[in-house]
């Protein structure tokens, strides 16, 4: 059981989970403790296996074969690289690998063309003496025939999914003049037995690394602006706590212990505030909370349950989910402080908010007879689309690029961690053979790695 992802926590909680399900903010809010303790079964370091459906409106074709000498090295380069674009939905990737090319050759671009290639890529991979790997790649546009250029990465064994992911990102950015996304990190929540595991893996769901395990629960992880920290829910203290954590030394300090349930975090865009629900006074409620200790300002004033805050990107207003209608749905209120307003319409359940960095759009889950999907509003126009065909979505989360959406859900009896375009089209499923996995929240641009 899940919904709120927010996972607000007021105390006592006495209604057994099924009674929890999904009816009401308040229901939702007592489900939000109950579901972390039930089921997760997921080992901790699983690995996952990208399967990608659907098919977008228009696809760049590109042709792609293994890199030279690619056998030698621990990471499937090439395969990688290919996961990625076509993961986008922006790519149609065509086997090259009878061609035999790397970066030195010189491809006959019109016979690519005639083919129906828009663009041709092919590289190596080079064990050098210390240990390390030289990986190299370059890129042709046929249409224009010409050499778009390359690039060499030397890096250590343990850095090569991130070189595959990187030459990914320069490609994506050659063809389409954005920037890429495929080097940046996801992390989400798992639970084996009774020990629960915050994970931070690539984008592509692999090379999981625990961040904290813990016999009690951990919920609601947030990226801060920089990528250095994440932000959760932690439970270890006796009460619900947020707690901040530095994703590479593991440094851990208490960002929030105040009276009463402390919740739901989100970092503003500057770093230096954060969102987070508290009960401090009764009912949960929206404060602004400075990084460095203390409260700066309580955000609404209802009495209703106000929660799952995240900051519009330019910090001067914040979407939370509110009950204060009858019904969960989405507002946005001043953080400088003043009324709040209604943002959703469609629908009587509408919650969790995410707003892509963009600014153009926000993606939340919506009831759809009886099902709960990922929906995506027009911010400009209200226009609003189903994306998913799911019926157990939680917790969407924008690419940095703002060009797709990771979310929760289940699949075949299973909770399984999926992105989709913005058209719905692409859709990928970043799955295990025996694990249910949630909380799936993607890491901002600006990178922080070992």
């Known amino acids: 059981m899940r919904l709120l992802s927010s996972r607000v926590l007021p105390e006592p909680l006495s209604q057994p989970l099924a009674f929890a399900r999904r009816r009401s903010l308040k229901a939702l809010v007592a489900s939000a403790l109950l579901g972390p303790a039930l089921a997760w079964q997921l080992p901790a370091h699983a ?19 293994k890199f030279r000498d690619e056998n030698r090295s621990p990471q499937p380069i090439a395969a990688i690289v290919r996961a990625d674009l076509e993961r986008s939905g922006l790519f149609k990737m065509l086997d090259a690998s009878a061609d035999r090319l790397d970066e030195a050759s010189r491809p006959a671009l019109p016979e690519w063309r005639s083919k129906g290639v828009d663009a041709l890529v092919a590289g190596s991979v080079s064990p050098l003496a210390d240990g390390r790997f030289d990986v190299r790649y370059r890129l042709w546009d ?23 992911h990187r030459i990914a990102d320069d490609i994506y950015e050659q063809l389409t003049g954005e920037k890429g996304v495929f080097a940046t990190r996801i992390a989400y929540v798992n639970k084996a037995g009774k020990q629960y595991t915050l994970l ?5 769901g692999e090379n999981a690394q625990p961040a904290l395990s813990s016999r009690q629960p951990i919920i609601s992880p947030s990226w801060s ?6 932000a959760y829910v932690s439970f270890e203290h006796g009460k619900a706590t947020v707690i901040g954590q530095d994703v590479l030394t593991g440094q851990r300090r208490i960002l929030a212990n105040f009276k009463g349930s402390n919740s739901a975090p989100a970092w503003s865009p500057d770093g230096r505030q954060l969102a987070v629900t508290l009960s401090q006074d009764g009912l949960s409620q929206l404060y602004l ?7 700066v300002r309580r955000l609404t004033q209802s009495n209703s349950i106000d929660t799952e805050a995240t900051f519009a990107p330019d910090g001067q207003s914040v979407y939370f989910v509110s009950d204060r209608g009858g019904s969960p749905q989405i507002y946005r209120v001043p953080t400088s ?24 759009w926000l993606a939340y889950i919506g009831q759809v007879s009886g099902a ?20 157990d979505d939680e917790r969407p989360s924008f690419a940095p ?10 699949s075949q009896g299973r909770d399984v961690l999926m992105t989709t375009s913005l058209d719905g089209r692409i859709k990928a499923t970043l799955t295990t053979s025996a694990a249910d996995v949630r909380e799936p929240v993607w890491g901002p641009g600006v990178v922080s790695r070992p």
């Open 47 to 65: 690995q996952f296996k990208v399967e990608i459906s659907g098919v977008g409106a228009t696809q760049i074709p590109v042709a792609m074969g």
């Open 142 to 164: 046929t249409l224009k025939a010409k050499d778009q250029g390359g690039r060499s990465l030397v890096v250590p064994a343990g850095d090569l999914r991130l070189a595959a």
């Open 289 to 295: 909370i400075s990084t460095e200790g203390g409260i």
């Open 337 to 360: 402080g003043g009324s709040a307003q209604r943002v959703t319409f469609s629908g009587g359940y509408n919650v969790s908010p995410a707003i892509s960095p963009d600014g153009k």
């Open 401 to 410: 690029n703002s060009r797709l959406i990771i979310y929760a859900t289940r």
């Open 225 to 230: 602006p920089d990528g250095r920290q994440l």
């Open 200 to 204: 931070v893996a690539d984008a592509d």
């Open 372 to 391: 709960f999907r990922v929906h995506l509003m027009n911010l400009a126009s209200g226009e609003v689309r189903v994306l998913t065909d799911t019926r």
